[in-house]
C-alpha cells in the first residue's frame, strides 16, 4: 500500500504537474494536504466581506440620505429615489461581470481579486462624500462596474480546496457575503450621521457632521485597504499551461485510474487542448441553476431594500418608525446567527439533502415567514424587538443557505478551465436581477405606503405579497425538468 501512494505521488509530481505553473502549485498543495482547509476558507471569507460590506451598508441610511437631498417632492416619494441608488450598483456589475469573468480566465483570479478590492477603497469613500444624488448614484454605479471579484472568487473557492471541501469554500462565500449584507447595514446604522448621536465626540461643525452618512463608508474602506495589500500574498489557482491531463477537480482515486490510460495520454501533443470548450449557453445545468438563481436574488435584494424603509417609516404608513440603530441592531443580530449556521451546520445539512432540496425547501418555509411580517408591525415594545429579531435572523439564513446551494449547483455544472467565464454570466445575469430589486422594491414599496386604506390588500400586505409571489416561482423553477444537476463522470 505504501508503494502504490508513492509511486501514485511521484506520477502526480512528473507526468501531471507542470513546473512554474501556479495553478499546479496550488492542486499539489491540495492532494498532501489533511484536515479542514481552514487557512484557504479564512482568506475566502475575509475577501468576500471586504466587497460584500459595501452592498447593504448604505441601506439604513438611504432613507435619511435621500431626505437630506431634498429630491423627493413628498415623504412617500423617498422609497423611490432611494430605489435608484440601491439599483445602481448592481446595474454597473451587469454590464461588467462577464468581461471581469474573461479576464480571470485569462490573466488569472488574483488580479481581479486585487483590483475589486481597490475599488471599495476609491468609490465607497467617495460615496460616504456625495453632496447630491447624483454624485451617490454615480460613485455606486462605478463601485459596481469596477469590482468585479464576486464571480472569480467563487471559482477561486473552488479550485483552493480539495473537492470534497468545495461546499465549505462555497459556503464561506456566501457565508462572507451573508455577514456583510448584515454587519455593513449595521455599520451604517451605527455610525451614519455621528454629529447627532455622538455630540460629545463629533461637534456640530465638524467634518462628520457636514458629511453625516460619511464615517461608516470610511471605516469600510480602511479594512478593504487592509485586504487588497493581504491579497498581494494569496496564491493562484489558474493554470498557465496549455493542457492539462488531470482537471483540478479530479480525486485521488480518479487520478489513480488515470495512470492506466498514461500510454496513451504521452502520445498528446503538448500545445493541444484535451478538453474542447463547450458553449456555457447551451450547458442547461449551469444556466437552469443561474436562472433559479437570479429568481431568487432578485426577491432577496428586493427585501434587503424594502426591510429598511418599511423598519425606519413611521407607524401612520404602516412602518416601525424603528431609527439607523434600530435596524442595525436587528441586522447585526441576524449576522451572528447566520454566521453560526453557515459554518458549523449548512455543509452537514447539504450533504445530507443536496443543493437542490435545501433550496427547495427553505424557499417554501420562507414564504409564510414574510408573511408574518404584516402581523409583526401590529405588535410594540420587547415583544415586537424579540419576534422580529427571530423572524429577521430566520428569513437571512433561509435566503443565503439557498443562494450557497445554488453556488454549489453552478460551479459543479463546469470545468475549471469555464468556472471564471460561468460565474461571470452567473454575475452579469444576477447583477440584472439585483439591479432590478432595489428599484421595483422601491417603487414598490412607495406605492403601498399611497394605498393605506385600499380594499384589496393595503399598505405593507401588498409588499409582503408580492414578494411571497416572487418567492415562490422560484421553487417551482427548482423542480424538474427545469433545474437539472450535472451527472458526475
Known amino acids: 500500500m505504501a508503494e502504490r501512494e508513492e509511486y501514485a505521488e511521484s506520477l502526480l509530481q512528473k507526468d501531471y504537474y507542470y513546473e512554474g505553473c501556479p495553478g499546479c502549485k496550488v492542486d499539489q498543495q491540495k492532494q498532501i494536504q489533511r484536515g479542514l482547509p481552514i487557512k484557504q476558507v479564512l482568506i475566502i471569507w475575509i475577501i468576500v466581506l471586504s466587497t460584500a460590506l459595501t452592498i447593504s451598508s448604505l441601506f439604513p441610511f438611504l432613507y435619511f440620505m435621500v431626505r437630506d437631498f431634498h429630491i423627493a417632492k413628498r415623504e412617500e416619494d423617498i422609497g423611490y429615489y432611494a430605489g435608484f441608488i440601491g439599483s445602481s450598483y448592481m446595474l454597473g456589475r451587469v454590464l461588467t461581470s462577464v468581461l471581469w469573468g474573461a479576464v480571470a480566465d485569462r490573466y488569472g483570479r488574483k488580479p481581479v481579486i486585487?483590483?475589486?478590492?481597490?475599488?471599495?477603497?476609491?468609490?465607497?469613500?467617495?460615496?460616504?462624500?456625495?453632496?447630491?444624488?447624483?454624485?451617490?448614484?454615480?460613485t455606486r454605479f462605478l463601485l459596481g462596474s469596477l469590482n468585479g471579484l464576486l464571480g472569480p472568487i467563487k471559482a477561486y473557492a473552488c479550485e483552493t480546496v480539495r473537492e470534497e471541501y468545495q461546499s465549505l469554500g462555497l459556503s464561506a462565500v456566501s457565508t462572507a457575503w451573508g455577514t456583510g449584507l448584515i454587519i455593513g447595514p449595521a455599520l451604517g446604522g451605527y455610525l451614519a450621521q455621528p454629529a447627532e448621536k455622538f455630540p460629545g465626540i463629533?461637534?456640530?461643525?465638524?467634518?462628520?457632521?457636514?458629511?453625516?452618512?460619511?464615517?461608516?463608508?470610511?471605516?469600510?474602506?480602511?479594512?478593504?485597504?487592509?485586504?487588497?495589500?493581504?491579497?498581494?500574498?494569496?496564491?493562484?489557482?489558474?493554470?498557465?499551461?496549455?493542457?492539462?491531463?488531470?482537471?483540478?477537480?479530479?480525486?485521488y482515486d480518479a487520478l489513480e485510474s488515470a495512470t492506466q490510460e498514461s500510454n496513451e495520454k504521452e502520445g498528446t501533443k503538448e500545445g493541444q487542448n484535451t478538453t474542447p470548450k463547450e458553449s456555457l449557453f447551451k450547458n442547461w445545468p449551469l444556466m437552469s441553476s443561474i436562472i433559479v438563481y437570479c429568481v431568487f436574488s432578485l426577491h432577496d435584494m428586493a427585501y434587503t431594500e424594502i426591510f429598511s424603509l418599511w423598519a425606519e417609516s413611521p407607524r401612520r404608513l404602516g412602518g416601525l418608525g424603528y431609527t439607523t440603530e434600530d435596524v442595525g441592531t436587528v441586522l447585526a443580530i441576524s449576522g451572528l446567527g447566520l454566521l453560526v449556521f453557515q459554518s458549523s451546520i449548512y455543509p452537514v445539512v447539504e450533504r445530507i439533502m443536496g443543493p437542490i432540496l435545501i433550496s427547495r425547501v427553505l424557499g417554501i418555509i420562507s414564504i409564510p415567514l414574510l408573511t408574518s411580517y404584516h402581523y409583526?408591525?401590529?405588535?410594540?415594545?420587547?415583544?415586537?424587538?424579540?419576534?422580529?429579531?427571530?423572524?429577521?435572523?430566520?428569513?437571512?439564513?433561509?435566503?443565503?443557505?439557498?443562494?450557497?446551494?445554488?453556488?454549489?449547483?453552478?460551479?459543479?455544472?463546469?470545468?475549471?478551465?469555464?468556472?471564471?467565464?460561468?460565474?461571470?454570466?452567473?454575475?452579469?445575469?444576477m447583477s440584472l436581477f439585483?439591479?432590478?430589486?432595489?428599484?421595483?422594491?422601491?417603487?414598490?414599496?412607495?406605492?403601498?405606503?399611497?394605498?393605506?386604506?385600499?380594499?384589496?390588500?393595503?399598505?405593507?400586505?401588498?409588499?409582503?405579497?408580492?414578494?411571497?409571489?416572487?418567492?415562490?416561482?422560484?421553487?417551482?423553477?427548482?423542480?424538474?425538468?427545469?433545474?437539472?444537476?450535472?451527472?458526475s463522470n
Open 114 to 138: 486585487i483590483i475589486g478590492c481597490a475599488t471599495v477603497v476609491v468609490f465607497n469613500t467617495l460615496f460616504g462624500l456625495s453632496i447630491n444624488f447624483w454624485m451617490a448614484l454615480t
Open 202 to 251: 463629533f461637534a456640530s461643525d465638524s467634518f462628520f457632521a457636514r458629511f453625516p452618512y460619511f464615517l461608516p463608508c470610511l471605516i469600510i474602506s480602511i479594512f478593504a485597504a487592509i485586504v487588497t495589500v493581504a491579497c498581494f500574498w494569496i496564491p493562484e489557482t489558474l493554470h498557465t499551461h496549455p493542457s492539462k491531463k488531470i482537471s483540478s477537480q479530479d480525486s
Open 376 to 429: 409583526i408591525a401590529m405588535l410594540s415594545g420587547i415583544a415586537l424587538s424579540i419576534v422580529l429579531n427571530c423572524a429577521s435572523l430566520l428569513k437571512n439564513v433561509l435566503s443565503i443557505s439557498i443562494v450557497t446551494g445554488l453556488f454549489i449547483l453552478q460551479n459543479r455544472a463546469v470545468d475549471q478551465h469555464q468556472r471564471g467565464a460561468a460565474n461571470g454570466i452567473a454575475m452579469t445575469l
Open 434 to 487: 439585483k439591479a432590478v430589486g432595489p428599484a421595483g422594491g422601491g417603487a414598490l414599496f412607495s406605492w403601498a405606503e399611497k394605498r393605506q386604506h385600499a380594499a384589496f390588500l393595503p399598505g405593507d400586505q401588498m409588499v409582503f405579497f408580492v414578494l411571497n409571489v416572487v418567492e415562490a416561482i422560484a421553487v417551482l423553477m427548482t423542480f424538474k425538468p427545469f433545474l437539472v444537476e450535472r451527472r
